[in-house]
């Protein structure tokens, strides 16, 4: 008979249980996510190079 | 969402057909919005002209969105994710730019070296799909050989076309005309950004674009005053009283057109949609060639209008060709997630909406027929001081085209509200 294989512990797996938000309130800023988003800076260094080359080209 | 394999597999399809229709039927519309627009033959400057079809597009784009939805729809869209009225906004002005600098390319280098530049705005398109929102990630590499060989094959028939069919003397600096017609190319191929975040969130196109439109014009109006001023558009403006109705007709088409293209960006991507409304090109030829007779005019090769017009539409059945595989799908699910995450914006909605199914039926209030009243009254009264236009048509291709056009906007029209209820 083989011997059986000791079980390893277990652990949780992600994702992890949330506190609720009524322990830590967390204030909610609704541009902190956009201008930490690297995909909202893109657009606005085209458009800023963008409106630059419409100023040279209309001289 | 507790739909098996098999409902979302399927649903996956109707989406797909929907957003294939909605890029077919956007080429032809926007493709059509270039014909008033070669009614007019004033001495108004581009700025003028760009700004009073910009003024249509604003009307259209708030009275469409309350006719189809309805304004109370919107604002449901808009409190779910008000972080979008900014992405909105900046596409708004990247449109703006990017338009104007076209107008300064034409002059500069001519419409035949400018268009092909400009058009290379959908490879960046896809560049930004790729790398940012998990488009053509997981696609086979027959799938992904389909929509680059496929947009790159109409970038040459639309290089093709615009040689052949054009043959304006340039006018000024060809450095400063190359320059202004690939920064026209880069905004518009970033605009796409928005647009997807946008959808992937779940945003219905009728309301992301009630909003592009106030960066639009907003940023057209400060084009206009900064480039022209204020003296010089207001003269212009009201010399130019019988011609206003034309060029905002030309806006308020062009603004169908772009709706099927909101469409097709979200339910097949920017990858696949926006090439497939590139072929308003093709269109815009059909107009000039079978209504105006611009091909009679010496010096226009039909040879290479005929090659330039096949290579363009294989390239498009290449690219709608190239079905999503469920691999893809999954990267734009995990996309969307990730977006609904960093915005803090309910999963659940996300999820739905990213199928385009809707959580309540639209309900159209008093604001919303005031709407439709103010912009039809402001286009009945434009088009009672409309004069008749000088320029000679083919009034028998005016009506097959427009036949065409209408019957493509009901199909994809149809399929998308059967589909989607136009989310």
């Not at chain 2, 014009?217 to 019988?242: F, P, Q, Y």
């Not at chain 2, 009901?410 to 209820?421: F, H, I, P, Q, V």
Request: glycine share 10%; hydrophobic share 55%; aromatic share 10%.
């Amino acid at each position: 008979m083989r011997p059986t294989r000791p079980t390893r512990p277990t652990r949780p797996t992600p994702p992890y249980p949330a506190l609720p938000r009524h322990i830590i309130p967390m204030p909610k800023s609704r541009l902190l996510p956009i201008l930490s988003d690297i995909q909202f800076w893109v657009p606005v260094a085209f458009l800023a190079a963008g409106a630059l080359i419409l100023y040279w080209v209309s001289r | 969402m507790s739909a098996g394999p098999a409902d979302l597999a399927s649903r996956r399809r109707a989406l797909r057909t929907a957003g294939l229709l909605s890029g077919v039927a956007a080429g032809a519309w926007l493709g059509a919005a270039e014909a008033p627009a070669k009614l007019v033959s004033t001495g108004l400057s581009p700025v003028t002209v760009s700004l009073v079809m910009v003024c249509g597009v604003f009307l259209a784009r708030w009275s469409l969105p309350a006719l189809l939805q309805g304004t109370s729809a919107v604002g449901a869209d808009v409190k779910q994710a008000p972080h979008l009225i900014i992405w909105a906004i900046l596409a708004g002005s990247l449109w703006s730019i990017a338009n104007t600098l076209t107008v300064y390319a034409i002059r500069d280098v001519g419409l035949s070296i400018a268009f092909p530049l400009w058009n290379s705005n959908s490879l960046l398109g896809i560049l930004w799909g790729a790398l940012f929102f998990g488009e053509l990630r997981g696609a086979t590499g027959r799938q992904r050989t389909s929509v680059l060989g496929g947009t790159i094959a109409m970038c040459v028939g639309a290089t093709m076309l615009a040689l052949a069919s054009t043959h304006e003397a340039a006018h000024g600096s060809a450095a400063r005309g190359v320059i202004a017609a690939l920064g026209a190319g880069a905004l518009w191929g970033t605009m796409y950004i928005p647009y997807r975040k946008a959808y992937l969130t779940g945003m219905s196109p009728l309301a992301f674009v009630t909003f592009f439109t106030i960066g639009e014009v907003a940023c057209m109006g400060i084009i206009a005053l900064t480039i022209n001023g204020a003296s010089v558009t207001a003269t212009e403006l009201a010399a130019a009283r019988g011609v206003l109705f034309w060029l905002m007709l030309g806006g308020f088409i062009w603004v169908i057109g772009d709706l099927f293209q909101q469409y097709a960006a979200k339910y097949i991507g920017i990858s696949r949609g926006i090439p497939l409304s590139n072929t308003n090109q093709l269109w815009g030829l059909l107009w000039g060639t079978l209504v105006f007779g611009e091909l009679r005019r010496s010096g226009v090769s039909l040879p290479l209008v005929v090659a330039g017009s096949l290579i363009m539409a294989i390239g498009a059945a290449a690219v709608a060709l190239a079905t999503t595989g469920d691999t893809e799908h999954d990267q734009w699910r995990e996309a969307a997630e990730r977006e609904a995450r960093r915005y803090d914006v309910d999963i659940e909605w996300v999820r739905a909406r990213l199928v385009g199914t809707a959580s309540a039926p639209a309900k159209r209030t008093w604001i919303d027929w005031t709407l439709v009243a103010i912009s039809t009254a402001v286009f009945v009264f434009l088009a009672r001081q409309a004069e008749a236009p000088a320029l000679a048509m083919d009034l028998r291709w005016v009506a097959l085209l427009c036949i065409v056009s209408v019957a493509l906007l009901a199909a994809a029209g149809w399929n998308l509200w059967r589909t989607t209820r136009f989310n």
